[in-house]
C-alpha cells in the first residue's frame, strides 16, 4: 500500500506484542521530534477503559509528544491493575523516548475485562523507540486494526502563508459504532502552526459532522478516542480562531483552510469506518433537509439509521419506505406526515406522504454498494447527513466469535 503523506517531524513504529493472538503488529507508537500541542475528545460511556482515564487528565497541559497505541485488548473493566498498566505503558515509553511522562498518551482497543498481557508488552516498549522512522503512518493504521478488514488512512496538503501543511489521519473501527463516536481510534497528525484554542474549535466541528453522527450497531465504546498532534514544524505563521476578522477575510484564512481540510480528513474517515461495518455489504448515507433545525434533522436521521427494519431492509434490496416513515415518527422530531417526500439514489419513492408506486425500480437501486436515502420534510432549514450500513447475518457472526 502507498504511503499516505508523512507531517515534518512525525516518526511512526509498529511491534509484534502477540498481545491477543500471534502472526501480527499489534503494537504502536507515534513520535514528534518537537513537543506539540495536543487536542482530543473521548467517549461519553459512563465506563470509560483506563487509557482514556490517563488521556483526559493529561491532555489538559495541552501538550504531547507520544501515543503508544495497542489493539487485541481494551484495558477496559481492569480495575486498579488496569490504571497500573496504562500509566506503566507511557512511563517506559517516556523512559525510552526521554520524554516527560506526562507528554506520552496511551490508547488500546479490543476485548473488554482482560488482564493486560504486560509481560509480552513491556520488552516491545524498548523495540518501538529503537524503530522510531523504519514504519509509515499506514503501518501503524494496520497495527490498531480489531474486526477492521482494511486499514483506514487519508491525508491533505495545504498551503498556509506560503508554506505547505501537511494533515494525516488514520483511524480503526468496525463495531460497536454509535455516537457519541464509535469504538473507535483516530489519531490525526500535523505539522501546523496553530494555537490551542484554534485546534481545540477546528477538532469539535470536525468530529461533530464526521464521528458523531455514524452508526453501525448502536453500541457505544468504552474506549473511544480521538487525538491530534499539531508540532508546528511546518513553519507557517501562527492559525488562530479569526474571531476579529471580517468574514470575506475569513473565508481564505489559515484556520478556515485548516478547519476545512481536518473535516474532510474526519468526514473521510468515517466513511472508511462504515464501509467496514461488521458484516456490511453497503455504505448508506441519510441526509435529512428542510427539518425545523439541525437538532430535529439529526434525529430523524439517526432514528432511520439505527432502525434494525431499515438496515435490513436494505440488505434485502427491499425498498420498504413504511420502516423508514416509521423510524421518522417515533424520532421525537418534528414531522408533518403529509410534507414528507423521500427519494432513494435520487428516484422519489415517497411524495407528501404517500408512495409513487415506484417500489420496484427502487429495489434495483438498493443493489448498488452505496446508497443515498434523502428525507425532504418541508418544516424548515435544518440539515443533517448520517452514516450507517446495512445488517448481515456476518455481523451476528463475527461478534458472536469476537473473544475466540
Known amino acids: 500500500m502507498k504511503s499516505i503523506f508523512h507531517p515534518k517531524g512525525f516518526l511512526f513504529s509498529?511491534?509484534?506484542?502477540?498481545i491477543k493472538k500471534p502472526g501480527r503488529k499489534d503494537l504502536a507508537l507515534i513520535y514528534s521530534e518537537r513537543e506539540a500541542m495536543i487536542a482530543g475528545m473521548f467517549?461519553?460511556?459512563?465506563?470509560k477503559a483506563a487509557p482514556v482515564k490517563v488521556d483526559i487528565k493529561r491532555i489538559k497541559s495541552d501538550k504531547g509528544q507520544a501515543i503508544i497505541v495497542n489493539s487485541g485488548n481494551a484495558n477496559a473493566c481492569t480495575g486498579k491493575q488496569g490504571m497500573n498498566d496504562a500509566v506503566e505503558m507511557t512511563a517506559l515509553t517516556a523512559k525510552a523516548l526521554g520524554l516527560k511522562q506526562g507528554d506520552v498518551y496511551v490508547c488500546s482497543t479490543g476485548v473488554i475485562g482482560m488482564p493486560m498481557p504486560m509481560e509480552r508488552i513491556t520488552p516491545k516498549i524498548s523495540e518501538l523507540a529503537t524503530?522510531?522512522?523504519?514504519?509509515?503512518?499506514?503501518?501503524?493504521?494496520?497495527?490498531?486494526?480489531t474486526t477492521d478488514t482494511f486499514p483506514k488512512a487519508i491525508s491533505r496538503k495545504i498551503k498556509i502563508d506560503g508554506k505547505t501543511v501537511i494533515i494525516s489521519g488514520i483511524c480503526k473501527g468496525a463495531g460497536m459504532i454509535c455516537p457519541n463516536m464509535a469504538t473507535m481510534l483516530c489519531f490525526i497528525v500535523t505539522d501546523a502552526n496553530i494555537e490551542k484554542s484554534a485546534l481545540d474549535k477546528a477538532l469539535k466541528a470536525a468530529v461533530k459532522k464526521s464521528?458523531?453522527?455514524?452508526?453501525?450497531?448502536?453500541d457505544m465504546s468504552t474506549n473511544d478516542t480521538?487525538?491530534?498532534?499539531?508540532?508546528?514544524?511546518?513553519?507557517?505563521?501562527?492559525?488562530?480562531?479569526?474571531?476579529r476578522q471580517r468574514t470575506e477575510d475569513r473565508q481564505n484564512s489559515g484556520y478556515r483552510k485548516f478547519s476545512d481540510s481536518l473535516s474532510d480528513i474526519t468526514y473521510e474517515l468515517s466513511r472508511m469506518i462504515v464501509k467496514d461495518g461488521e458484516g456490511a455489504t453497503k455504505l448508506v448515507e441519510i441526509e435529512v433537509k428542510n427539518a425545523k433545525d439541525e437538532a430535529d434533522a439529526e434525529k430523524s436521521a439517526f432514528a432511520i439509521a439505527n432502525s434494525m427494519l431499515v438496515k435490513t431492509a436494505i440488505y434485502g434490496n427491499d425498498a420498504n419506505w413504511g420502516r423508514i416513515m416509521a423510524a421518522l415518527g417515533y424520532s421525537g422530531a418534528g414531522i408533518k406526515e403529509d410534507k414528507t417526500d423521500i427519494f432513494l439514489n435520487g428516484l422519489k419513492i415517497v411524495s407528501s406522504g404517500m408512495g409513487t408506486g415506484r417500489?420496484?425500480?427502487?429495489?434495483?437501486?438498493l443493489k448498488a454498494n452505496e446508497i443515498k436515502i434523502l428525507i425532504d420534510l418541508h418544516i424548515g432549514k435544518g440539515n443533517a447527513k448520517v452514516l450507517t450500513c446495512d445488517l448481515t447475518e456476518d455481523y451476528v457472526k463475527i461478534n458472536a466469535e469476537y473473544r475466540t
Do not use: P, Y
Request: proline fraction near 0%.
Open 211 to 218: 464521528f458523531n453522527r455514524i452508526t453501525i450497531d448502536g
Open 43 to 47: 467517549t461519553t460511556n459512563n465506563i
Open 226 to 243: 480521538v487525538l491530534i498532534m499539531a508540532n508546528g514544524m511546518a513553519g507557517n505563521q501562527l492559525i488562530t480562531e479569526d474571531r
Open 131 to 145: 524503530n522510531l522512522g523504519k514504519s509509515v503512518i499506514d503501518d501503524v493504521a494496520a497495527a490498531i486494526m
Open 359 to 365: 417500489d420496484k425500480a427502487a429495489n434495483e437501486r
Open 14 to 18: 509498529t511491534a509484534e506484542a502477540a
